[in-house]
């Protein structure tokens, strides 16, 4: 049985990657190139999403940084320990 467990853990992550490749193909093969350029081609479009991109990404990203942040290795005792800390509250 924990054959079966082992070949199942080593093949998941190759079936998920083989499936999400195929799928980005997939997608990739029906675009039209001209459909897909065409709002490229609107500057307002383009620099409103720009400027969004670039505003709410960080604004996004800030709170999570601050809930992550890598502890001291000197109030946890060492700097593996803390990296541990770090990883369980980043889940």
């Given amino acids: 049985m924990s054959d079966l467990f082992s070949v199942t853990s080593a093949a998941l992550p190759i079936c998920i990657v083989a499936f999400m490749v195929c ?3 997939a997608v990739g093969l029906e675009l039209e ?4 350029l065409a709002p490229l081609a609107n500057l ?3 620099t ?3 400027l969004l991109d670039w505003l709410l990404g ?4 800030w709170p ?3 809930q992550c942040r ?4 000197t109030r946890s005792g060492s700097y593996s320990s803390a990296l541990r800390q770090q990883r369980r ?3």
């Fill in 64 to 66: 999570w940084l601050q």
């Fill in 48 to 50: 409103v999403v720009m």
């Fill in 89 to 91: 509250s980043c889940r």
């Fill in 70 to 73: 890598s502890p001291s290795p």
């Fill in 44 to 46: 307002r479009f383009v």
């Fill in 23 to 25: 799928n980005l193909v």
């Fill in 58 to 61: 960080p604004a996004f990203a």
């Fill in 33 to 36: 190139v001209r459909g897909a």
